[in-house]
């Protein structure tokens, strides 16, 4: 926004499944009602909550002190060339490809796991990095507040094409060339316990990575 003044728009948060109020912060795209246990997802075209699947991860053992949202998005990645001093795919790309990857053939299929929240583009990498290769046990749906939840799906595409491309390029041998495509399922929102040490927040399955708390 190029004006100086900046509107903000105060939307209604009642749940449109039980009419509980719904917490959020000023900058989520993504709510959770932990009265009913259903997820939304703010539509920016209809002005509307459209209703989003969540599961949550469940850290057993753990003293969990919150829960922050991740977009999950099924993909089918599809190269259409790759050329580059080395053999093979490595980082993400190889997870999705498989065998396919020292071929260069696809396409492949996985599941990104990409933060909803805002971090460093660090913190981004190692999250979407650690959560996309290591599937998670998936528990119930709780009675947990999942706030910061501040990107939506259009903006988890493009963090998943990012780390995609940025776990191969953080590789030894230099790629030169690389078409493919990206296919996306239905997101879902996975709510991932974290523990506060200090004045910050790090994820209590896999320590990826820490957020300011
Ligand atoms: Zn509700």
């Known amino acids: 926004m190029s004006d100086s003044s900046v509107e903000f728009e105060l939307v209604p948060l009642d749940c449109p499944t039980c009419g509980a109020a719904v917490d959020a912060r000023g ?3 993504v709510y959770y009602c932990t009265a009913c246990r259903n997820g939304y997802s ?3 075209a209809s002005r509307s909550l459209e209703p989003i699947e969540v599961a949550f991860a469940t850290a057993p053992n753990v003293a969990v002190d919150g829960y922050l949202p991740f977009w999950m998005l099924p993909a089918r990645i599809g190269i259409h060339q790759r050329q580059a001093s080395g053999a093979s795919f490595g980082g993400l790309m190889s997870f999705f490809l498989g065998d396919g990857g020292e071929s260069g053939l696809g396409p492949g299929e996985g599941t ?7 971090c460093s583009l660090a913190a981004l ?3 979407t990095r650690a959560y996309t290769l290591h599937s998670v046990h998936l528990g119930e749906r709780l009675g947990e507040r999942l706030l ?3 990107y939506g799906v259009g903006d ?6 990012y780390a995609l491309i940025a776990s191969e390029i953080g590789k030894s041998d230099t790629l030169t060339r690389l078409e493919y495509d990206i296919e ?12 506060r040490d200090g004045d910050r927040l790090r994820d209590a399955l896999l320590r990826a990575a820490e957020v300011p708390a």
């Open 27 to 29: 900058e989520d795209v």
């Open 42 to 44: 703010f539509d920016v």
């Open 112 to 118: 990104f796991a990409v933060p909803a929240f805002h």
């Open 125 to 127: 990498t190692a999250f």
């Open 148 to 150: 910061g939840g501040r």
């Open 156 to 161: 988890a595409r493009k963090l998943a094409h």
């Open 184 to 195: 996306f399922a239905e997101a879902r929102l996975l709510g991932v316990p974290f523990v």
